[in-house]
């Protein structure tokens, strides 16, 4: 696969005659609880020409393409991610931590880390992970056999919600590794047994509703409501003229 996604990010630059920036693992494999057929779902940010951006109207800013049972590819331009970025996109805070990196031009990954913390906006990232433990409280864990791949999606949203409520001035971590450190220790067993588990299970794999971690979210899901609009929001010097600097510069090569 590593063989498969090299070549689709190579023939992507020729025939998009764009420049890939950096693209990097953004689901279950980078986030740490991947099954034996877990797709790849590989983001990542591009730039294109400087006269592609010289135009009275905005051109496609996104890059996508059908699933396969393997590869789920995706893209972000550049000026979009940037755009994105000021505005605290979660995804793309997720992105910029992946522990699987595909394809980078050297230093850009670096060239923004001294900006997410001017960017990081925790209400924002509270929402966003609001709705994903939303969806598994009112819809994926109601039955008396729930997938698994589901309930772990709900857990680490539901601890990355955790994370910003206890430390808002701090970007949640990616990895579930790290997450689980504000588990209650009365869960680290039934989370540990199921996390081995799914490294050997289907993604379609059933398991019977874990009711103590069910309840563990369905309060997590009440208090990050509770807290989303109460939340202490760090402000930041506008990040705006620095973004507009690190677009210039990046944009340049491409051109």
Known sequence: MLSRIQTALTQLEATDHI????????????????SPDSDYDVRFIYARPAQWYLTLDDGPDTLNFPVDDELDLAGWELRKTLKLLRGSNAALFEWLQSPVVYQEAPGFRVALEPLLTDCWNPRAGLHHYLGLVRRGVEEDLLG?????????????????????RERPAEVPPMEFGKLRELLPPALHLVAQELLTRKATAHEKTTVPRPAAL????RAEYEAALAARDTLPVTRQADPTSDLDALFRAWLSPAS
């Open 19 to 34: 420049r890939i920036l950096y693209a990097c693992e953004s689901g279950s494999r980078a986030w740490g609880f991947p």
């Open 144 to 164: 008396e056999e729930v997938r698994l791949k589901r309930l772990f999606y709900a857990l680490r949203s539901a601890l990355a919600a955790r994370w910003i």
């Open 214 to 217: 069910v309840a563990f979210l």
